[in-house]
């Protein structure tokens, strides 16, 4: 096999349960007074996630301020809004508790403070920096993989345009994955950023940046997402699978971190950008379009996926999807999540503008006709 590559992704993982008991003695080794990021929602301290937490960092002397603020598909004024609370508090590290929206802006805020100036400079590639305060992740859902990982998808209000910011000082210099943190999901949440972490593992796996170790971990993740999924649907007691679903979203962030993603990411960051809708279904809306029109730039690669998602060949791929989006509730189009007829014509050219390189990663390279073809399919 001819391959040329390089991987380096040097995260460090404390996984298991009760694992987030003991963050008080990672994060010692980082800082005394925390900045803790948490969702708007409340459900971190309705779960009693808080408590736990604070509970370890006070038996290590470490005090903490709650920044409590984080909307899903995070706003680049949320992250301003903490950052400040971090400076003026002379916060030494920053603590995510939460989703991957809570990961992400932890993340911004991490860098902002210390970074001046404008996030989207950064996020354009203008500035290239490698400074942030240190970050522990600590994820209560299973979909993003952002505590494994060097994004931070942000939305700038202003513009609706949602992009990474990427810098190596965004990877966690701890992240604690906990199963027990992610069991009280309600299930439409599960299902949505499960589908979520599946895309990360297909779309690696069929990125033209593909390389054995992502192959490796999506072909491996994506089996154990067939064997997991309901199980842990049905059970939040059955530890295996729970595990098993933890494992698949963070390998899927540190399989995207390697290889990218691919258009279906490409074309659902302008949907949820625009709209505020849910990642993980408007990524259910899209593709089974999408993969119907890629398969013929890419038989082989279909098949293996369809083989491990439990198919035979390139055709049994869609037809599974969709049969697994109908029973995990995840059966939807753009205009159920919210998408105007109106809203299409900016949301092809942001995704030729913003999404690009993800739509240049997919096996078919769609032309602007296309991706509107699709958008109006998936309406
Ligand atoms: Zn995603």
Redesign the pocket.
């Known amino acids: 096999m001819m391959c040329d590559f390089s991987y380096h992704l040097p995260v460090h993982l404390e996984f298991g349960y009760g694992k987030v008991e003991k963050v008080g003695s990672f994060c010692i080794h980082y800082g005394k007074k925390v900045i803790l990021v948490t969702s708007k929602g409340g459900s971190a301290k309705r779960n009693g996630y808080i408590e736990k937490l604070t509970a370890s960092l006070y038996k290590e002397d470490i005090s903490f301020i709650l920044f409590d603020q984080v909307t899903a598909n995070p706003l680049l004024s949320t992250v301003y809004a903490g950052a400040a609370i971090a400076k003026e508090n002379k916060c030494d590290i920053v603590i995510a508790l939460g989703g991957g929206s809570t990961i992400d802006c932890a993340k911004g805020i991490a860098f902002a403070v210390c970074n001046d100036g404008d996030l989207t400079d950064y996020i354009k590639g203008h500035i290239q920096v490698e400074k942030a305060l240190p970050i522990i992740a600590i994820p209560t859902t299973c979909g993003?993989g952002s505590e494994g990982n060097t994004f931070a998808v942000l939305t700038d209000e202003n513009t609706h345009n949602k992009k990474a910011l990427c810098s190596s000082c965004l990877l966690p210099v701890v992240s604690i994955i906990d199963p027990q943190m992610m069991s009280s999901m309600p299930l439409s949440v599960f299902s949505a950023v499960a589908f979520?972490a599946l895309?990360?593992h297909m779309e690696s796996f069929l990125s033209s940046a593909c390389q054995p170790f992502v192959e490796m971990q999506a072909l491996y993740a994506i089996q154990l997402f067939r064997g997991n999924f309901f199980r842990a649907y049905v059970d939040t007691e059955d530890k295996n699978a729970w595990c098993a679903m933890s494992l698949i979203s963070i390998l899927g962030g540190m399989n995207i971190q390697m290889a990218g993603v691919t258009a279906p990411?490409g074309l659902e960051h302008p949907a949820s950008g625009l709209r505020n809708i849910v990642?993980g279904r408007g990524l259910a809306a899209l593709v089974p379009c999408i993969f119907e029109k890629s398969i013929s730039a890419a038989p082989h690669r279909f098949a293996d996926l369809a083989q491990a998602l439990g198919g035979k060949n390139e055709h049994d791929c869609v037809p599974i999807l969709k049969a697994f989006l109908a029973r995990a509730g995840l059966t939807t189009t753009l205009s159920h999540e919210g998408i105007f007829p109106s809203d299409l014509e900016w949301m092809v050219k942001n995704a030729l503008r913003i999404s690009r390189s993800s739509l240049l990663l997919h096996p078919k390279v769609f032309s602007k006709e296309e991706v509107k073809e699709i958008y109006m399919e998936c309406m």
Request: charged share 15%; proline share 0%.
């Open positions: 993003t979520d895309c990360h990411h990642h």
